[in-house]
């Protein structure tokens, strides 16, 4: 064993993974041997699902059972949405995913025992993470919904995953370009090695708590600005700038300032991010469809200044930041976007870390007071 402490746990291998692979050298990112492109560009998003959870892509019928399934636990349940409407209003809405996905969990576990029994078998956590899966757009669309003063919309059985996660937020029926670049984003954000929120769920999956509380702190891991929170503070960046002619002082301003240029930078990838392409793309098509080259105009000089001057390449959230904004999301539901496509991935892992559990509790580097005692003690 040594004594070596590596801050971050950076390049710190803390077990196997069979679910993605990640490769900086070649800037690759693998779900289960696929490149994650190609997984993009032509399969939907419930059969990568089935990819992570199962390590192959599902055969027709799989398909079709994956899709009655998560059809059937579309509709927000009462209890659920009850415990939205008590939410403040004020609050971020990652909050307010955060206490959905815990609510769904104590309605789901009741009755299911001591903390003896909380971790569960695989299939029970395959069914619970196939209704997460289900429910995290009726809560996400809801809260969308909830701060602009409109009512929940019931969910459409003739559309699939991404067509009908739109519906439910919009009331309408989006354009085919538009539900395109959406399923290609959750494709994208599905899957990542041990990044911080899916650490955070293995970690507490390995106490052997349930599958619930593994996703809840996820959220919470999430939703940090140097990991999912980014997608949403690049819509922040963008506006702060305004126009291309901004960025040069903007840039100068912020960089005095030592400020961190959200969207920008990966702690694995150091020269670009295998997912910005297919996901420039996208935003690229959307950017198109609905007008506004001002956008893109924007987001390529500061993409361009930035990297000239730091040698810091753009991470998935540059691109899907402004992708929502154009899609008609609100700027705060960015992050929630992320965890509903990530909850494939975290609940992967969860069933991955549950199959080989090896509790997760490193070690410190103690650096506080010498031995001491309390005045008026034994040792005082
Ligand atoms: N803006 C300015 N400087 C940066 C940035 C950035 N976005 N990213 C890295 N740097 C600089 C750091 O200031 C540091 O410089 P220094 O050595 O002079 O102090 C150097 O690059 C190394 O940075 P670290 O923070 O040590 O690298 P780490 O691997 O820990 O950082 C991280 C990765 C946290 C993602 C970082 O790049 C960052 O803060 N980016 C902005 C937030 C962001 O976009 N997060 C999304 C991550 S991807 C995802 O969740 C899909």
């Given at each position: 064993?040594?004594?070596e402490i590596?801050?971050g746990?950076?390049?710190?291998?803390v077990?196997e993974?069979?679910?993605s692979?990640?490769?900086?050298?070649t800037?690759s990112?693998?779900?289960?041997g696929?490149?994650v492109q190609?997984?993009?560009?032509t399969q939907?998003?419930?059969a990568?699902a089935?990819?992570?959870w199962?390590g192959e892509?599902p055969?027709?019928?799989e398909?079709?059972?994956l899709?009655a399934?998560?059809?059937?636990h579309?509709?927000?349940?009462p209890?659920?949405?009850?415990?939205?409407?008590l939410?403040s209003l004020?609050a971020?809405?990652?909050?307010?995913?955060?206490?959905?996905?815990?609510?769904?969990?104590?309605?789901d576990?009741?009755?299911?025992?001591?903390?003896?029994?909380?971790?569960?078998s695989?299939d029970d956590?395959?069914?619970?993470?196939?209704r997460l899966?289900?429910?995290l757009?009726a809560?996400?669309?809801?809260g969308?919904?909830?701060?602009?003063?409109l009512?929940?919309?019931?969910?459409?059985d003739?559309l699939?995953y991404a067509a009908?996660?739109l519906?439910?937020?919009?009331?309408e029926?989006a354009d085919?370009v538009?539900v395109?670049?959406?399923e290609?984003?959750m494709?994208?954000y599905?899957?990542?090695?041990f990044?911080?929120s899916?650490f955070t769920a293995?970690v507490?999956?390995s106490?052997?708590?349930?599958?619930?509380s593994a996703?809840?702190?996820?959220?919470g891991?999430?939703k940090?600005?140097?990991?999912?929170g980014?997608?949403?503070?690049v819509m922040?960046?963008l506006r702060?700038?305004?126009?291309?002619?901004e960025?040069?002082?903007?840039?100068?301003r912020?960089?005095?300032?030592?400020?961190?240029?959200?969207g920008?930078?990966?702690?694995?990838?150091?020269?670009?991010d295998?997912?910005?392409p297919?996901?420039?793309h996208?935003l690229v098509?959307?950017a198109?469809h609905?007008g506004?080259p001002?956008?893109l105009?924007?987001?390529?000089?500061?993409?361009?200044?930035f990297?000239?001057r730091?040698?810091i390449?753009?991470?998935l959230d540059?691109?899907s930041?402004p992708?929502y904004?154009?899609m008609?999301?609100?700027?705060?539901t960015?992050?929630?976007?992320f965890a509903a496509?990530?909850v494939?991935g975290?609940?992967?892992h969860i069933?991955?870390?549950?199959?080989?559990?090896a509790?997760i509790?490193?070690l410190?580097a103690y650096?506080?007071?010498?031995?001491?005692?309390?005045?008026?003690?034994?040792g005082?």
């Amino acid at each position: 064993m040594t004594d070596e402490i590596r801050r971050g746990l950076a390049g710190v291998v803390v077990d196997e993974t069979a679910i993605s692979k990640v490769n900086p050298e070649t800037n690759s990112l693998l779900y289960r041997g696929y490149p994650v492109q190609e997984l993009a560009e032509t399969q939907p998003f419930e059969a990568v699902a089935h990819l992570l959870w199962h390590g192959e892509l599902p055969t027709g019928d799989e398909l079709a059972a994956l899709r009655a399934e998560e059809r059937r636990h579309r509709p927000l349940a009462p209890d659920v949405k009850a415990i939205v409407d008590l939410t403040s209003l004020g609050a971020h809405p990652m909050d307010e995913v955060r206490t959905a996905v815990s609510a769904l969990g104590a309605d789901d576990l009741a009755g299911t025992g001591t903390v003896l029994d909380a971790s569960g078998s695989h299939d029970d956590n395959l069914a619970r993470s196939v209704r997460l899966f289900a429910a995290l757009p009726a809560i996400v669309a809801y809260g969308q919904r909830r701060r602009r003063g409109l009512g929940p919309v019931h969910p459409r059985d003739d559309l699939d995953y991404a067509a009908n996660f739109l519906w439910m937020t919009f009331g309408e029926e989006a354009d085919p370009v538009v539900v395109s670049a959406f399923e290609r984003s959750m494709i994208l954000y599905a899957e990542h090695s041990f990044n911080a929120s899916t650490f955070t769920a293995r970690v507490v999956a390995s106490t052997l708590s349930d599958l619930y509380s593994a996703v809840t702190a996820a959220i919470g891991a999430l939703k940090g600005p140097l990991h999912g929170g980014a997608n949403e503070a690049v819509m922040h960046v963008l506006r702060e700038i305004g126009t291309p002619d901004e960025v040069g002082p903007w840039l100068d301003r912020a960089l005095a300032e030592k400020r961190r240029i959200m969207g920008f930078g990966h702690r694995v990838y150091k020269n670009g991010d295998s997912r910005v392409p297919t996901m420039k793309h996208a935003l690229v098509a959307l950017a198109e469809h609905v007008g506004r080259p001002d956008v893109l105009a924007l987001s390529d000089a500061l993409e361009r200044e930035f990297v000239a001057r730091k040698g810091i390449h753009p991470n998935l959230d540059y691109p899907s930041g402004p992708a929502y904004d154009l899609m008609g999301f609100d700027t705060a539901t960015f992050t929630p976007l992320f965890a509903a496509a990530r909850v494939t991935g975290w609940t992967a892992h969860i069933l991955e870390q549950q199959a080989a559990n090896a509790l997760i509790r490193p070690l410190s580097a103690y650096v506080g007071p010498d031995e001491r005692h309390v005045p008026g003690s034994a040792g005082g």
